[in-house]
C-alpha cells in the first residue's frame, strides 16, 4: 500500500478492504500454496475448513458481546480476540480453497454453504447466557485450541505450520485472558462463583466432542486431553470451582459438528451471519 493512513485508503481506487489490514482480496497472496509432496490436498483441505469453521463460529459469537460486556475494556478484548480468531479464519478457508485445487474463496466458504456443510465443533456455535457462560465457553475453547496449534506447528504443510504458528501467539493471550476471569470470577463473591459455576456446567456437555478424532483430522485429538485437563485442573484449583460431572451430550448416530451434525443455534446464527451476502450476492464491499 502506497498510502500513508487508513483514511487516504479510502480513495484509493479498487482499495476498499483496507479494514482487514492487508489490502489483498486472497489473504494468501504471494505465498506458495502448492501442496507438498505425499499430502492429500482434499483431506488438508478437509481439516483446514474444520479450524477455520472453528474460528469464524467462534468469532461471531464473540462479537455478539460488544456493547453487552461488564466493561469497555473487556469489549475491546473480546472484540480483538474475535477479530484474531476472524484472521485465523480467513487464512484457514482460504487455504483450505487453494489445496482441493477449487480456488474457493473464504467468502465463498463463509457465505455460500447451508448449515450441514459448516464443519464446526459444537461448542463454538453456542450462544446466549451470562458473563460466566461466556467466559467458561472462551477458556474451553482457547484451552483446547492452543494444544491443537502447537502441535500443529510441525505440520508437514509449511502453510498451515505458519499459520498455527501464528495462531498459537494469539490463542496464548486468549486462554489467558479467560482463565484470569475464570479464577476473579470463581474466587470472587457468592454469587460470581455460583455464576462462573453455572457457566462450566453449561459448557461440560460439548467438552468431550473436542477429543474425539475424526478420521479427516491431521492431530489425534484424544492426545490434547491430557494437557487440557492440567490446565483445567490448575485453574479450577486457583478459582474454588468444582468440575463438572455431567456426561457429554449425543450426536446423531454418532455423527457432531465436525459430520455437519449441529445444535438448532447454529441455523440462526448463519442466518444472521449470511443475510447481507446473500440478500446482495454480488456486492463489492
Known sequence: MSFDNVYESLTEENDARWAFGTGFEDPLSGVDTSVPSGVD????????LMLGDDALIFSHRLQEWCTNAPEL????????????????????????????????????FAFDRVENEFRNVRLAELGGG?????????????????ALLQRLVSSVDPVLAAI??????????????????????????????ERMQEGLDAVWPYVGELFRTHPLELVDAASLRPEFDAV??????????ARPSSGDIAGVSGRTGRDGVHTEQLGFLLAELQSVARAMPDAQW
Open 73 to 108: 475494556e473487556d469489549e475491546v478484548a473480546l472484540a480483538n480476540i474475535g477479530l484474531d480468531l476472524l484472521g485465523q479464519a480467513r487464512l484457514l478457508l482460504a487455504r483450505s480453497g487453494k489445496a482441493d485445487g477449487s480456488s474457493r474463496s473464504e467468502d465463498s
Open 41 to 48: 490436498g482434499a483431506s488438508l483441505a478437509a481439516y483446514c
Open 164 to 193: 498455527a504458528d501464528k495462531g498459537v501467539k494469539e490463542v496464548t493471550y486468549h486462554r489467558d485472558y479467560a482463565g484470569q476471569w475464570l479464577v476473579r470470577l470463581g474466587d470472587g463473591t457468592p454469587l460470581s462463583h
Open 232 to 241: 483445567l485442573d490448575q485453574v479450577l484449583a486457583a478459582s474454588t470451582l
Open 130 to 146: 451470562h458473563f460466566g457462560h461466556l467466559i467458561a465457553r472462551l477458556f474451553v475453547f482457547s484451552t483446547w485450541r492452543l
